[in-house]
């Protein structure tokens, strides 16, 4: 079972760039396909980015299209999630969540597609 713990979260200011991580402890991550999700105070927990098990198929909310970069480096057992032109309303706890699956080429868009959750990661955007 792959448990994922996500880090780097911090208070950026508006129009600036974070990039958070996914390790996985567990099994390898390379059996996964990962996504983010994240949660604003009083909001239920929205799809972010999600990437399948090979690497080659992305999807995106519509909101982070052109600004968010899901990625995935199998080899440091890591997924990434790189935020430029943050805006206040990013404001959120971001979660990493996996699913075990033999599909390679399938990038999973909702949350009771996932087996595994992190903890999560705050990140603060200041206007």
């Known amino acids: 079972q792959v448990q994922p713990v996500e880090s780097g979260g911090e208070l950026v200011q508006s129009g600036g760039s974070l990039r958070i991580s996914c390790a996985a402890s567990g099994r390898t991550l390379s059996t996964c396909a990962m996504g983010w999700f994240r949660q604003a105070p009083g909001k239920e927990r929205e799809f972010v980015a999600a990437i399948s098990k090979s690497g080659d198929i992305t999807s995106y909310e519509d909101s982070v299209k052109g600004r968010f970069t899901i990625s995935r480096d199998n080899a440091k057992n890591t997924v990434y999630l790189q935020m430029n032109r943050l805006r206040p309303e990013d404001t959120a706890v971001y979660f990493c969540?996996?699913?075990?699956?033999?599909?390679?080429?399938?990038?999973?868009?909702?949350?009771?597609?996932?087996?595994?959750w992190g903890q999560g990661t705050q990140v603060t955007v200041s206007s």
């Open positions: 969540a996996a699913k075990s699956t033999v599909w390679a080429g399938t990038a999973y868009t909702r949350r009771d597609e996932y087996d595994n």
